[in-house]
């Protein structure tokens, strides 16, 4: 079936360190991919997405591109802050036009100051 | 304005016990969607409704779980003869339409004693 497989945790790092969070996918289809975030005491967020092979996207300088000959969609940021520690979940969506998301089991990250 | 919101945000609850927990989406969101979250785990989707109906219940593990959203707007998740193994986080969704991003409540979790 479709799963989605992250890095496992908990990461820590200090401040303005380089992250890289992995995340590879199986897919049957042809899917969107997404990187969700959950700060302490919220809900999940939607951090940043790509929807075809090569898309980069990216938000509040964390980034991530599509590979389809790896099938990942790794998630970096070049300098990490101390708000940025939180739980970050990879997922994948084949249904074009919903949200039916398949997630990888979370990465914890820590950024110490 | 305001998120999605979910009540209560705790529930305990004896084995064998009726359960009902209610999700209000972002006004005029007509897509609405449910997932549960183990402890240490990624969510794993449940149900999604587009409008009144149930676009795709193929999450719901067994017949003992049950969503409805009888006006298009406030869904409730449905759990009777409830067991251990249903103590997680019962997240709720939203989104304007299919193709755009869904918003996550701060979800429900409810413990099985």
């Known amino acids: 079936g479709d799963s989605v497989t992250q890095m496992e945790g908990p990461v820590t790092l200090s401040e303005e360190a380089f992250l890289t969070i992995n995340c590879t996918y199986t897919a049957t289809g042809y899917p969107s991919l997404f990187w969700y975030v959950q700060y302490p005491g919220e809900g999940l967020q939607l951090l940043l997405k790509?929807?075809?092979?090569?898309d980069k996207g990216s938000n509040k300088g964390f980034e991530a591109t599509y590979r389809k000959e790896t099938t990942s969609f790794h998630l970096e940021k070049g300098s990490v802050q101390v708000s940025d520690s939180a739980v970050y979940f990879c997922?994948?969506?084949?249904?074009?036009?919903?949200?039916?998301?398949?997630f990888g089991q979370g990465t914890r990250l820590t950024i110490n100051p | 304005g305001a998120g999605v919101s979910q009540t209560p945000s705790n529930k305990v609850t004896e084995k064998g016990k009726y359960v009902e927990l209610r999700c209000d989406p972002i006004?005029?969101?007509?897509?609405l969607y449910w997932y549960r979250q183990s402890l240490g785990q990624g969510p794993e989707f449940l149900i999604y409704?587009?409008?009144?109906?149930?676009?795709?219940d193929s999450g719901l593990p067994n017949d003992r779980f049950f969503a409805v959203r009888p006006e298009g707007s406030v869904s409730t998740l449905k759990i009777q003869r409830t067991e251990r193994g249903d103590s997680a986080v019962y997240l709720c969704?939203?989104?304007?339409?299919?193709?755009?991003?869904?918003?996550f409540g701060q979800g429900t979790r409810l413990t099985v004693v």
């Open positions: 969704a939203s989104s304007w339409e299919r193709n755009t991003e869904a918003f």
């Open positions: 006004s005029g969101h007509t897509a």
């Open positions: 997922a994948l969506s084949l249904i074009q036009g919903a949200q039916k998301l398949v």
């Open positions: 790509a929807t075809k092979a090569d």
């Open positions: 409704f587009q409008g009144t109906g149930a676009a795709d």
